[in-house]
């Protein structure tokens, strides 16, 4: 990469582009709804069930102007979810700043292991063990999204539940690989601790991206 380009990486007004495309959000509170995916590479907190391994290497991914992408999602909605990859391992203050002054509604999904940066309509926060979120990414959080592998990860989500804000949405989200026993204790546990609710991975069940 030349230093030009590193340079606006650095920025944030060019973001190594994985992948982008106009689907329906899967997963949590806005779940069903319509909404336009912008997946930035580059993560290396080393989920062992990510379903999305091939998003780690940034190197793998071109860099894009921010204002490209932004034109894009015009064209389909107002509403944008990044994700990645760890999205805040990049700045997101100038593309977020562009797309709301497109009246695009800007939603994130993150780890929150690196700094805060970016102007939010939604922050969703879906902590992992191997690398903590910050303090400042639980005080964001409008979602806690947990991920259920196996079964001491409920006492972990009770932990994490504890950092995030009154008014946080808290959810329980079966891994992929575990969803049949996983999603059973969900549903059990929801009912035992009602202010949980249980998030499924439904665009896997649509076969839509
Ligand atoms: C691929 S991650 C990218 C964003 C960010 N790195 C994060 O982990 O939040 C998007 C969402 O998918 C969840 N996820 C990843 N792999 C999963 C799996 N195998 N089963 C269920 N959820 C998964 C993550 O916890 C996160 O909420
Ligand atoms: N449809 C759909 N909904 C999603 N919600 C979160 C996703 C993600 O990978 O961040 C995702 C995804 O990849 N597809
Ligand atoms: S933090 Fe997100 S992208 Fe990174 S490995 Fe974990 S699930 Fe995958
Ligand atoms: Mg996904």
Same mark, same amino acid.
């Given at each position: 990469m030349d230093k030009k380009t590193k340079d606006l990486v650095n920025k944030g007004i060019m973001l190594p582009l994985m992948e982008e495309f106009y689907t329906i959000q899967g997963e949590g509170s806005h779940t069903g709804t319509a909404a336009y995916f912008i997946r930035v590479g580059g993560c290396d907190v080393g989920c062992h069930w990510c379903d999305v391994k091939e998003s780690w290497n940034a190197d793998l991914h071109p860099p894009t102007l921010a204002d490209t992408i932004?034109?894009?999602?015009?064209?389909?909605?107002?509403?944008v979810v990044i994700t990645g990859g760890e999205p805040l391992m990049w700045s997101m203050d100038y593309i977020t700043k562009l797309l709301q002054k497109n009246n695009i509604k800007t939603?994130?999904?993150?780890s929150g292991a690196y700094s805060f940066s970016g102007k939010?309509?939604?922050?969703? $926060?879906? @902590?992992?063990?191997? #690398?903590?979120?910050?303090?400042?990414?639980?005080?964001?959080?409008?979602?806690?999204?947990?991920?259920?592998h196996n079964k001491s990860?409920?006492?972990?989500?009770?932990?994490?539940?504890?950092?995030?804000?009154?008014?946080?949405?808290?959810? $329980?989200? @079966?891994?992929?690989? #575990?969803k049949e026993k996983m999603t059973e204790l969900i549903v059990d546990y929801v009912m035992k601790n009602p202010k949980w609710k249980i998030s499924l991975q439904t665009h896997k069940y649509l076969n839509i991206p």
């Open positions: 932004v034109d894009n999602v015009k064209k389909y909605t107002n509403t939603h994130i999904e993150t939010w309509d939604w922050f969703c $926060l879906s @902590p992992k063990k191997t #690398k903590l979120p910050l303090n400042e990414c639980y005080l964001e959080a409008d979602e806690l999204k947990m991920i259920i990860d409920f006492e972990f989500a009770k932990e994490q539940a504890a950092k995030v804000g009154e008014k946080c949405q808290l959810y $329980l989200q @079966p891994e992929w690989s #575990k």
